[in-house]
């Protein structure tokens, strides 16, 4: 019964996997427009050019045949090459991922926990002052554009008062390595870290503060106070367990938006990363790097919403044996 | 000095259509080794009565008046903390179980272990683990099941686990609320003949809250009927159940309707009567007997004057002014 759960399990990933690398596919080889056309739209390519251009990226078989090729290549890690930086794409695409997953990473982190301290604080003091200004803080925040609040935070903290680095990743002249060197990239996180924190710990601190209540009313929850267990512990080891289980799903949802958001994030902060890296493309027109991108993309939200069904089961017995 | 003395207790709940008083002036004393069952239909206060005894009242529920002393001590006097030393030690809660009482993400056996923890940190782990195998022995819970989660229960589980649970810190008074609602007849009986064994073997006061009168009269000796936040009849259950067949005068006419719901297995088949209307809205003043509206008794007297609680025998209490008036005539 177990078993049979993950190999269902695995099956129906590696199913969801192979529907949006076709997706991708169709996304960028169907749809009218191809890379051959906008490269030869300036007039200074010949008809040669033009064909050894057509045969570079493969577009002289047929659809099918180009299908496969594509499947084949993915599968080899072979994402194409782009011609803006005239490389491989897997190569552009390299430090940019590390320096997306490290702005994500920590944002993703920080907003976890301070969303979810933040519910906690409002739950338990329900229709407090505190819980008003605790909703209505995030709800503003969240309401706002990641770009705007991105602004915002560089006009106040690198215009004003000249506090913290607003724009790269690092700074130059440093030896890469040291600790001179972490500190410097770490100085760079803070602002971009945190416009995404400001934006999404709403969604976090919102869903643990309603869920919180509805799980602070249940039936165990006075057995638990029957029993002398003190407020806090009646809080954080009886119902948040419980009221969990929806901020694990939202997590999963979170990453989709979160990615969203560090593109607009990493354009305002000028973040070498994934984010940046697709707006260039687009200016540019880089079809196989944009391909590329959609693909990771992609593939991060199935993996994640993967991750949370299985965090989703070590928290929840329940769901364990179904 | 009795366990439990409650003295004239009022209890406020605020509500949309303002102050509702779900107890009115209930007076209650319950000694070391007693059961005594509080029977009523939902919302005649029963729960309330019993969650204020260690304050664990919802935060809309006041306490506006009388006192609660458990073992002499007036619970209005202790301070959050002090409570929680007390909650389950002196006074334990068998809640409905087969319900949602037991929390679904933990092991039966880490939430009695927690209760121990809680209460006697100088106990050992091993200790303490081996007192809740007892426990769950006790209840006829193999140790082999102890580490199961509540939905891998039936039932019938659940609420013997709930039971062990109560059991875990010696408590003097249990207060079992509705122990054997919805669940099915055998596990009911099972749950009603393990609450006589444990309290033959354990001398724990009991107070067995519910709406079923039959449950009541298996377990407890002595029963008090609650109607609209007023006890409308109390005393042992051979007093009110031996007036089954008597004229009216020695028993309310709303435990006569309680027990009338419950056809005799042995007598004539006949429908049970059942009892047709509303209790009273507590929210709103009330003139007269609370019971009036609904008796086919009552009379214009009934409707203007709320009648006292008053002996009509030694030990017998009877809220109805039938009752004076044959003890008078």
Redesign the interface.
């Known amino acids: 019964m177990r078993g049979s759960y993950w190999v269902r399990k695995l099956a129906s990933l590696a199913a969801t996997l192979y529907a949006t690398v076709s997706f991708n596919f169709l996304l960028f080889h169907v749809l009218p427009g191809n890379p051959v056309q906008l490269l030869a739209r300036s007039g200074h390519y010949d008809a040669a050019a033009r064909r050894q251009l057509v045969a570079l990226f493969e577009l002289n078989h047929s659809l099918l045949d180009q299908y496969v090729i594509y499947l084949n290549n993915t599968l080899h890690g072979n994402l194409g090459f782009s011609y803006v930086y005239r490389e491989p794409v897997t190569t552009v695409l390299g430090s940019a991922i590390g320096n997306t997953l490290l702005l994500v990473g920590t944002a993703t982190f920080i907003t976890v926990v301070v969303g979810v301290w933040l519910g906690v604080v409002a739950a338990s003091r329900a229709n407090s002052l505190t819980d008003a200004t605790v909703s209505v803080t995030s709800l503003s925040l969240w309401s706002m554009p990641d770009f705007f609040t991105g602004m915002i935070l560089i006009f106040v903290c690198g215009v004003w008062i000249h506090v913290l680095p607003i724009s790269g990743i690092e700074s130059s002249g440093l030896a890469s390595g040291g600790l001179a060197h972490v500190l410097d990239i770490a100085r760079h996180l803070v602002l971009p870290a945190t416009t995404l924190v400001l934006v999404n710990a709403a969604e976090f601190s919102l869903i643990t503060r309603n869920s919180l209540v509805d799980t602070l009313v249940e039936d165990y929850v006075l057995t638990a106070r029957a029993k002398g267990v003190s407020r806090r512990a009646i809080v954080w080891r009886h119902a948040l367990r419980n009221a969990l289980l929806p901020i694990v799903t939202a997590t999963a949802l979170y990453v989709g938006m979160v990615l969203g958001g560090a593109i607009q994030v990493e354009t305002v902060f000028s973040w070498p990363g994934m984010g940046l890296l697709i707006y260039n493309a687009v200016e540019q027109r880089d079809y196989p790097v944009l391909e590329a991108s959609f693909l990771i993309f992609a593939i991060a939200v199935i993996v994640t919403n993967f991750a949370s069904d299985v965090l989703y089961r070590l928290l929840d017995p329940r769901v364990r044996r179904t | 000095m009795s366990l439990l003395e409650i003295r004239d207790l009022r209890i406020d709940y605020r509500t949309e259509s303002g102050v509702l008083r779900a107890v009115d002036d209930v007076s209650l004393v319950v000694e070391r080794g007693d059961a005594v069952g509080v029977v009523g239909e939902s919302g005649c206060g029963k729960s309330t009565l019993g969650l204020a005894i260690?304050l664990?009242l919802a935060p809309n529920a006041t306490v506006a008046g009388g006192s609660i002393r458990l073992d002499g001590t007036s619970i209005a006097d202790l301070d959050?903390r002090q409570?929680?030393?007390?909650?389950?030690?002196t006074v334990?809660?068998i809640?409905?179980g087969a319900?949602?009482?037991?929390?679904?993400?933990?092991r039966i056996d880490q939430q009695i272990l927690?209760?121990i923890r809680?209460?006697e940190p100088e106990t050992s782990t091993a200790t303490a683990r081996a007192r809740v195998v007892e426990l769950l022995g006790l209840v006829g819970i193999a140790p082999s099941r102890a580490a199961s989660?509540p939905?891998?229960f039936s039932g019938g589980m659940r609420q013997r686990a709930m039971i062990a649970?109560a059991l875990a810190c010696q408590p003097a008074l249990v207060i079992a609320d509705e122990p054997t609602t919805a669940l099915d007849a055998i596990s009911q009986d099972q749950i009603l003949q393990l609450l006589r064994d444990l309290r033959r073997r354990r001398g724990q006061g009991l107070i067995m809250i519910s709406h079923d009168l039959a449950a009541i009269t298996r377990v407890c000796d002595r029963i008090v009927v609650m109607y609209a936040g007023v006890i409308v009849e109390t005393g042992t259950t051979a007093d009110v159940l031996g007036r089954r067949d008597a004229a009216l005068g020695t028993i309310h006419p709303y435990t006569r309707a309680l027990l009338d719901a419950h056809p005799d297995l042995h007598g004539p088949r006949v429908l049970a009567p059942g009892l047709s209307g509303h209790p009273p809205d507590l929210a709103r003043p009330i003139v007269g007997c609370r019971f009036a509206d609904r008796c086919a008794h009552a009379t214009d007297h009934c409707r203007a004057v709320a009648p006292a609680l008053v002996a009509v025998s030694r030990d017998h209490d009877v809220r109805c002014h039938f009752a004076v008036a044959e003890r008078v005539t």
């Not at chain 2, 409570?83 to 030690?89: A, C, D, E, K, S």
């Not at chain 2, 319900?99 to 933990?106: G, I, T």
């Open positions: 260690p664990l959050e409570l929680n030393r007390l909650r389950w030690t334990s809660f809640f409905q319900m949602n009482a037991l929390n679904p993400v933990q927690e209760a809680i209460h989660y939905h891998e649970m």
